[in-house]
């Protein structure tokens, strides 16, 4: 089946939107409750919610949902050059539309409207640039954990959407899975990016509170680090490739 290049953009749009209202949600919202209770539920929401997504729009777009993968595939040439613009414009507005409904939400809740602005509605951070105390973790150490999730969870992502995998059917469970495993380990350190979208749109939205610019000024880094890891999940998922059967003697 053949879908339209509007269709696959729309797909992408939807998807980020989905990620970033469900996993940006439950996220902001769950703010005011301490401890790792409130890292499983952030990491069960944005598991969950791209096993989802993946299952609904993945024959459309292929069901990225972020730039990292976006690029990573067209440097894998497992996608056109034309769309990668297109799809990163996609995620992006969709990103920015699902926090802004959180937004929107939150501010029904003097509490909840109060700690979303501290936290910049949940975008990731690093120790500097006024980020509020609890991004403890230095600017490197941020940038190396980005950057080897991001690997991992790309590098599974071409794996499992092989053309010659078996178990294709299973690929969102294993990706969202990986996500959702990826956030366990990240969301104490820096609140768990991988996705350069999770991180702006909160970040860009949250330029409504003058004193939440910090999170703007961050975000560099949560685009840089996850393309870097996804580029370098391309190169080994080629080099992987399996070589054609030479010819009977």
């Not at 598991?47 to 730039?67: E, K, R, W």
């Not at 910049?120 to 120790?127: E, H, T």
């Not at 680090?225 to 391309?234: E, F, R, T, V």
């Amino acid at each position: 089946m053949a879908w339209s290049a509007g269709q696959k953009y729309l797909a992408e749009f939807l998807g980020t939107f989905a990620l970033l209202l469900f996993g940006g949600g439950a996220a902001v919202f769950s703010l005011g409750d301490p401890g790792n209770a409130r890292v499983v539920l952030v990491s069960l929401a944005f598991g969950t919610v791209l096993i989802g997504a993946i299952y609904a729009l993945g024959d459309v777009s292929g069901g990225h949902f972020n730039p990292a993968v976006t690029l990573s595939m067209a440097l894998s040439r497992r996608m056109p050059l034309r769309d990668v613009l297109p799809y990163l414009v996609s995620q992006i507005v969709g990103g920015i539309v699902g926090i802004a409904v959180v937004f929107g939400i939150a501010h029904g809740s003097a509490i909840s409207f109060d700690l979303a602005q501290g936290a910049a509605l949940g975008s990731q951070c690093y120790s500097g640039s006024g980020a509020p105390p609890g991004c403890g973790f230095a600017v490197g150490s941020v940038f190396l954990l980005e950057l080897a999730l991001t690997f991992v969870f790309v590098l599974v992502i071409q794996f499992v959407t092989r053309s010659e995998n078996g178990a294709k059917n299973l690929a969102p469970i294993a990706i969202g899975a990986t996500l959702l495993v990826a956030n366990l380990v990240a969301i104490n350190v820096d609140g768990a990016s991988l996705n350069p979208v999770r991180s702006f749109s909160p970040a860009v939205v949250a330029l409504y509170w003058s004193n939440a610019s910090w999170a703007i000024q961050e975000s560099w880094l949560f685009w840089v680090a996850p393309i870097l890891g996804g580029l370098l999940a391309s190169v080994v998922e080629m080099w992987f490739r399996p070589t054609a059967a030479p010819a009977p003697a």
